[in-house]
């Protein structure tokens, strides 16, 4: 949600903000329902003010048995006024959410000013892509040759972009995840929260999944969603809360099912496990001070990469522009790890600062100087856990068929090295 006190100071940046994301100008009609509801609420006080008068004078006429029937009058007539006044002060305030909150984060003065993903710009880059002796093949290939990945009986059970997996690859995602939070919880500072996957529409109006992006979602009967992500209830645990400043920075950590209609991917990577209706996901999610959020992203992207690292996983991270990036984020950074079957690089992660944009959402704040300021929320994948299995499958296969195991995963097989 936008602070409305910013929009009445700098309209201009604000238009200039909104067109680099791809809306339209709206502060002239944003400022033009906030003037209507600021003046409604000062003919409210007023009108307040005068009930409050007259009812000491009618309370003075009584005692001294005088004749109050004007002021009564009166006072009967205010109150249909506050009435009618509270309803159009109650119009005006829906009007004005309705807008603001369709409204994506305004971009950070460091993020890059551009329409797609061809205006991203590298941030850096790791390892080196690995070499092979043969033609790669890609990851669909691979575990359907080794007879644990099926996609026809996944389309049986609940129709396209879901997969079967069985015997060890299913070991190596699981593996996967637990490598995962393993890392983020002993050496990268995060607490691991196991959470609900069903979710009420507050949740996801407060870190900006609704009311625009309803289409994305599952429903799950008349109240409830399930989750696009752990950022959801993750970040949702200090909803409506006004922390402790020595509570800050909190960071956590979760490891959940996500489940997305890929409504806007009609067509788009059809073939294998890249674009699911269901897949898991380590999430991460810090709540810091203001002051600490830029550092705090970059922290967060380290330790996103330190899982591509120890897995010896060639990646490069983008700083994503104004026009590719996420609703709620006002600085994003993609990790796209490289696919050798596919010769491309694919997003593994996306790191966002969301600054006070989801708090204002959700009402969190923290009290610092005796001051109630709200905090900023950051979410970064650390990993998506399908997607680091693709990157394994096709990184680490063999001429014969097989897949090695990286080094770091391997306690989980028992110090196996391959997977057949």
Known sequence: ???????????????????????????????????????????LQNLLAERNELSKKIGEFKSKNKDCTDDLKRVEKIKLEINTLKELENLKNDELKSILSRLPNIPHETTPIGISENDNQLYREWGQKPQFDFKPKQHFQIGEDINMMNFEIAAKLSGSRFVVLKNKLSKLER???????????????????????????????????????????????????????????????????????????????SYTPCFRSEAGAAGKDTRGMLRQHQFTKVELVSIVEPEQSNQELERMLESAESILKDLNLHYRVMTLCTGDMGFAAQKTYDIEVWLPGENNYREISSCSNCGDFQSRRMNTKYKKSDKNLFVHTLNGSGLAVGRTLIAIIENYQTSDGNIIIPEVLRKYFNNETTLL
Do not use: C
């Open 1 to 43: 949600m936008h602070d409305i006190n910013f929009i009445r100071e700098n309209p201009i940046q604000f238009d200039n903000a909104m067109k680099q994301r791809g809306e339209n100008p709206l502060s002239k009609k944003i400022l033009e329902i906030d003037l209507k509801k600021r003046n409604t609420q000062t003919l």
């Open 175 to 253: 593996a996967i995840s637990n490598f995962m939070l393993d890392k983020h919880t002993t050496e990268n500072g995060y607490s691991e929260f196991s959470l609900p996957y069903l979710v009420k529409d507050d949740a996801l109006y407060g870190t900006g999944q609704l009311p625009k992006f309803s289409e994305d979602l599952f429903t799950a009967g008349e109240n409830h969603w399930l989750i696009p992500t752990a950022e959801v209830p993750l970040t949702n645990l200090v909803r409506e809360s006004n922390l402790n400043i020595n509570s800050l920075p909190m960071r956590v950590t």
